[in-house]
T-cell receptor, first 114, second 112 residues
């Protein structure tokens, strides 16, 4: 079935650092979404992207819909401790998906550097 | 508050038992999705309903079943519970094909 490859799987951040993560697919997508999940809570939508090349910001977060329509990137600038959590990408394949429309990546876990 | 309501928030039960998890979607959303998330794992899609009808099925065990009622709330039934069924169960709803999912805060199921 269709899959999203999300990387990195985990990363450690120090306050003030910029963070980047991405998702790639072998299929073309017409929607890309980025979610954040805090421990014990449900994922919350951060940014939605609907057009190839689209660049959208939400505060310190910036996401881009890749021009090939097969990838998306999320950047967090000047990270703060509350950025810790799991970030999921999700995409809707052209023509719909078999698993309830959206395909989710496996997540990128952001932790604070010890 | 996301507008998607899940009850109960926590559930502890013994192996072999049966439980029912409930979800009320956001007002006006016709689609409901159920996901399972085990410790430090991703979101595993279980099943989707749209306006009362099953639309898509993921890796849902035969011991699990779901339904969506005329008032659009949905229930996920888990039976013959095993220790490995311990997980967070999320419900999400969607306004339409061009919108993202809105997730509830989940039900944490612990099977002992």
């Amino acid at each position: 079935g269709q899959q999203l490859n999300q990387s990195p799987q985990s990363m450690f951040i120090q306050e003030g650092e910029d963070v980047s993560m991405n998702c790639t697919s072998s299929s073309i997508f017409n929607t890309w979404l980025w979610y954040k999940q805090d421990p014990g809570e449900g994922p919350v939508l951060l940014i939605a992207l609907y057009k190839a090349g689209e660049l959208t910001s939400n505060g310190r977060l910036t996401a881009q819909f890749g021009i090939t329509r097969k990838d998306s990137f999320l950047n967090i600038s000047a990270s703060i401790p509350s950025d810790v959590g799991i970030y999921f990408c999700a995409g809707q394949p052209v023509g719909g998906g078999s698993q309830g429309n959206l395909i989710f990546g496996k997540g990128t876990k952001l932790s604070v550097k010890p | 508050d996301s507008g998607v309501t899940q009850t109960p928030k926590h559930l502890i039960t013994a192996t072999g038992q049966r439980v029912t998890l409930r979800c009320s979607p956001r007002s006006g959303d016709l689609s409901v999705y159920w996901y399972q998330q085990s410790l430090d794992q991703g979101l595993q899609f279980l099943i989707q309903y749209y306006n009362g009808e099953e639309r898509a099925k993921g890796n849902i065990l035969e011991r699990f079943s779901a339904q969506q009622f005329p008032d659009l709330h949905s229930e996920l039934n888990l039976s013959s519970l095993e220790l490995g069924d311990s997980a967070l169960y999320f419900c999400a709803s969607r306004a339409g094909a061009n919108y993202g999912y809105t997730f509830g805060s989940g039900t944490r199921l612990t099977v002992v």
